[in-house]
């Protein structure tokens, strides 16, 4: 099976830019019909400007993925064959000094969040009959960890728990969960940490000696959504470089 997804529709949180934008054009360009959901939905209109000058479908969709009644107001009037969650934020700050609201900030948007998405998009596919693919955008960091964002790692290492357990409970209504976990990519925002010492250190530990680009996600991401990818559920698939397997 090719990776297309001609003739479907899907949903990218998160994606006002970064990964989130990437991965909707992504999706457009393999034939989806894309909705792009973000909290200020005019912080979408470039990125859906973009796509629809280039002929691909999209629209964009004011989307708060922690608050239950702005995702019940998209799900319920809209179904998707693909979701992909990928809103998420990384927070900051030592474990010791981590005040509890800042925890629950970066909770409440990468568990939480993907949980009420995954939920109402699967109650959709569930009624419909027609089943569909949800992609939750882990990280590495849920599989391994670093010193700084005691936070994201345990949401991320939630999200790929959740993952599992959903796919287990959705199969029977021909719903794949599954978890794209990217390692180190490449992006405008983290070029100056890479170009830095510690940056270089950091990339000294991948076994490819090299950080990953946004494109070395397509294939991967497209494999998940696809039919290509039809008896795939309940998987975690690392792009990493090697990194996870890194000697100690």
Not at 36 to 60: E, I, P
């Amino acid at each position: 099976m090719e990776l297309q997804v001609t003739g479907k529709t899907a949903l990218v949180t998160g994606a006002s830019g970064g990964l989130g934008a990437h991965f909707a054009g992504v999706l457009a360009r393999a034939g989806a019909a894309v909705t792009l959901g973000a909290r200020r939905a005019d912080r979408l209109d470039d990125v859906v400007a973009g796509l629809q000058a280039a002929g691909h479908r999209a629209d964009a969709v004011s989307l708060d993925v922690t608050d239950e009644a702005s995702v019940a107001a998209v799900l319920s009037q809209r179904r998707f064959d693909i979701v992909v969650n990928n809103a998420g934020i990384s927070g900051s700050g030592m474990a010791i000094d981590m005040p509890a609201d800042e925890w629950d900030r970066v909770l409440a948007t990468n568990l939480r969040g993907s949980f009420l998405v995954a939920q109402g998009a699967a109650r959709a596919m569930r009624d419909a009959g027609s089943g569909g693919s949800i992609v939750n955008i882990a990280s590495i960091l849920g599989l391994r960890v670093a010193g700084g964002v005691v936070a994201y790692t345990a949401s991320k290492a939630a999200v790929v728990q959740m993952t599992k357990a959903l796919a287990l409970e959705w199969a029977r209504f021909g719903i794949r969960v599954n978890a794209l976990c990217p390692g180190y990519v490449e992006t405008p925002i983290n070029a100056g940490f890479f170009a830095s010492t510690a940056g270089q250190a950091l990339i000294s530990r991948i076994p490819q000696r090299r950080l990953g680009q946004e494109a070395e996600l397509d294939g991967p991401l497209l494999l998940l959504a696809s039919d290509a990818g039809s008896y795939i559920t309940g998987a975690t698939l690392a792009v990493d470089g090697g990194h996870l397997v890194s000697t100690l």
